[in-house]
């Protein structure tokens, strides 16, 4: 059985980039010959759908405190 290493999210470079309509994104940074690539991606994976989370957390509080008003 082959152990993994771990890999952490803040282990991984991040980029930032515009988008095409201007918005500044921010992207994990993954090098193809990495030794630990299959854990790079997992990392960086995890990274992506929690920050996506939050911000639909985010949305839908802030509809939801306009909808009160």
Do not use: C, W
């Amino acid at each position: 059985m082959i152990k993994l290493k771990h890999v952490r999210p803040s282990d991984l470079p991040t980029k930032r980039v515009r988008a095409r309509d201007g918005s500044v994104v921010q992207m994990k940074v993954v090098q193809s010959d990495s030794p630990t690539l299959a854990e790079d991606l997992l990392a960086a994976f995890r990274s992506n759908v929690r920050r996506i989370k939050a911000e639909q957390r985010k949305r839908d509080r802030a509809s939801q405190n306009a909808a009160q008003v």
